[in-house]
Every structure is written in structure tokens, then in C-alpha cells.
T-cell receptor, first 113, second 115 residues
Framework: AQSVTQLDSQVPVFEEAPVELRCNYS??????LFWYVQYPNQGLQLLLK??????LVESINGFEAEFNKSQTSFHLRKPSVHISDTAEYFC???????????FGKGTRLHILP | ETGVTQSPTHLIKTRGQQVTLRCSSQ?????VSWYQQALGQGPQFIFQ???????GRGNFPPRFSGLQFPNYSSELNVNALELDDSALYLC??????????????FGEGSRLTVL
């Protein structure tokens, strides 16, 4: 069975500084990988996903994540964060045999002014 | 296209009671997944329904049950409520076999408090 580990429960970062949210997964088969974001008092929404092809995927609001099969990682990065990025970020994995998605425990991104 | 809607948004129950949560899936989707999100935790997979049949289940006891209807809407039922059942219950719809395989579209959740 697959699992997801998000190593940091909270990440404080100053506005306009870069950030990396770490995610490692375990699975015995090929996987799809996702980052979902949950803004305060809202539901989860997809930020970006890796299904196949290029290992670097990007979102429309400047985030990117790189699939590293050898390190079983899918870390999320942004070169310059904004106060509006304050949210909880969840890494998730789904194996290719079904459409069930397993989530990590989340990382709370706290932007400091 | 209409998104995923859940009802009720908030509810309070007491231990031992039963609760039914409802979900209308996004137009065109054939699959509904239910997740439990305890405070400060990630969503935990409860089960998934595909074409009205259970299509996988997480580590939840049988008192958690569900239904999917012909219009692909769904219910989550929880019997004999316990204090630890207090959580945000999230419904997510998806399309098995479509181009967006794996992507879930979430509702805003039903927050259950058990006293």
C-alpha cells in the first residue's frame, strides 16, 4: 500500500522569500502524485499533479514540483511567496491500479510580513 | 458546470446517535470518495463508490457505510457515533476513465461534532 510523508507540519517563511515543502512517498508500483491546497475555511483544491512525462510540473500561481523517482520525492517549491499563499498544503499519491488518493498529514505554510 | 456540494455544513450529535451526510457530485463524474479530516490532520480515505458499488475502503469500521445513487450523488452514514468521529467529512468526485484520471474535486465538507 502506498503512503505519504510530509516532513514539516509547519513552515514559516518571510514574504517574497523562497519556500520548499517536502514530500516523500512509498509505493511498490508506479504512481500519480498531487499537491492539494486548503485555504482557510475552504475545501481542498488541486494545485498541481504529476501523471507522466516531464518530471517538473507547474501551477498557474507560481508553484512547481519535481518528481524524483530515485528519491521517491515530490517536493513543492515557490521562488517568492506572497501573503495570499497562506494555506495548508497536502501531498497525495495514487497508484495506477485505481483512483484512490492517499494524503499526507499536511504542511501549514505561514507567511511572515 | 456545477461543483461538488455537501450538506449539512455543520451539525452536532451526541454519542450513540446516527448521522447521514449527503454529497452531490460534479456534473459528468461517476465516482465519489469520502474522507475524514480530523483537526490538524490530513484527509483519511473512508471509501469510494463507482457506479453505485463500493470500490475500495480504508481502515474504518463497518459502522461507516455509504450509498451512491443512479445520479451519482452519495450518502455517508455513521452509526453509534463516538467522540472521535468529530471531524470534517469531505466528499470528492472524480471521473474514472476520463482524461483527468486521479484528480479529485472536493466539496467544502460537513463538520460533525459529537458530544
Amino acid at each position: 500500500a502506498q503512503s505519504v510523508t510530509q516532513l514539516d507540519s509547519q513552515v514559516p517563511v518571510f514574504e517574497e522569500a523562497p519556500v520548499e515543502l517536502r514530500c516523500n512517498y512509498s509505493s511498490s508500483v508506479s504512481v500519480y502524485l498531487f499537491w492539494y491546497v486548503q485555504y482557510p475555511n475552504q475545501g481542498l483544491q488541486l494545485l498541481l499533479k504529476y501523471l507522466s512525462g516531464s518530471t517538473l510540473v507547474e501551477s498557474i500561481n507560481g508553484f512547481e514540483a519535481e518528481f524524483n523517482k530515485s528519491q521517491t520525492s515530490f517536493h513543492l517549491r515557490k521562488p517568492s511567496v506572497h501573503i495570499s499563499d497562506t494555506a495548508e498544503y497536502f501531498c497525495a499519491v495514487s497508484d495506477l491500479r485505481d483512483d484512490k488518493i492517499i494524503f499526507g498529514k499536511g504542511t501549514r505554510l505561514h507567511i511572515l510580513p | 458546470e456545477t461543483g461538488v456540494t455537501q450538506s449539512p455544513t455543520h451539525l452536532i450529535k451526541t454519542r450513540g446517535q446516527q448521522v447521514t451526510l449527503r454529497c452531490s457530485s460534479q456534473s459528468g463524474h461517476n465516482t465519489v470518495s469520502w474522507y475524514q479530516q480530523a483537526l490538524g490532520q490530513g484527509p483519511q480515505f473512508i471509501f469510494q463508490y463507482y457506479r453505485e458499488e463500493e470500490n475500495g475502503r480504508g481502515n474504518f469500521p463497518p459502522r461507516f457505510s455509504g450509498l451512491q445513487f443512479p445520479n451519482y450523488s452519495s450518502e455517508l452514514n455513521v452509526n453509534a457515533l463516538e467522540l472521535d468521529d468529530s471531524a470534517l467529512y469531505l466528499c470528492a468526485s472524480s471521473l474514472i476513465g476520463g482524461t483527468n484520471t486521479g484528480e479529485l474535486f472536493f466539496g467544502e465538507g460537513s463538520r460533525l461534532t459529537v458530544l
